[in-house]
């Protein structure tokens, strides 16, 4: 299985809005939901967004419903995550993985194939 590959990460303004891609080999997207986490430095993995493997459902970690919506388009075999009203608390390098196992998605142990990730640095 290759490895997803993220991109789209910069240096932002509080307030602004940037859209995550991440693009994942055919035989990977089309296995698994896919999984959108973050880490801060000095700071764990956590999870930021889960999208099924069909598309229609999505779930958000707390510190970002409402302001990030995650996507995907089979076709292209990318998955997205639009980030709106980003805070400096957003800062981190984000990654993409599929969802390799069953059980509590936050939890990144369920997660494989991890990519390089994005840089996201949000300025106050």
């Known amino acids: 299985q290759e490895q997803p590959v993220e991109s789209g990460g910069r240096l932002v303004q509080a307030g602004d809005s940037l859209r995550l891609s991440c693009a994942a080999s055919?035989?990977?997207?089309?296995?698994?939901?896919m999984g959108w986490f973050r880490q801060a430095p000095g700071k764990e993995r956590e999870f930021v967004s889960l999208?099924?493997?069909?598309?229609?459902?999505?779930y958000y970690a707390e510190s970002v419903k409402g302001r990030f919506t995650i996507s995907r388009d089979n076709a292209k075999n990318t998955v997205y995550l639009q980030m709106n009203s980003l805070k400096p608390e957003d800062t981190a390098v984000y990654y993409c993985?599929?969802?390799?196992?069953?059980?509590?998605?936050?939890?990144?142990?369920?997660?494989?194939?991890w990519g390089q990730g994005t840089q996201v640095t949000v300025s106050s």
């Open positions: 999208i099924s493997l069909d598309g229609l459902n999505a």
């Open positions: 993985a599929p969802r390799i196992a069953s059980g509590d998605y936050n939890d990144s142990h369920l997660y494989g194939y």
């Open positions: 055919g035989g990977t997207f089309s296995k698994h939901a």
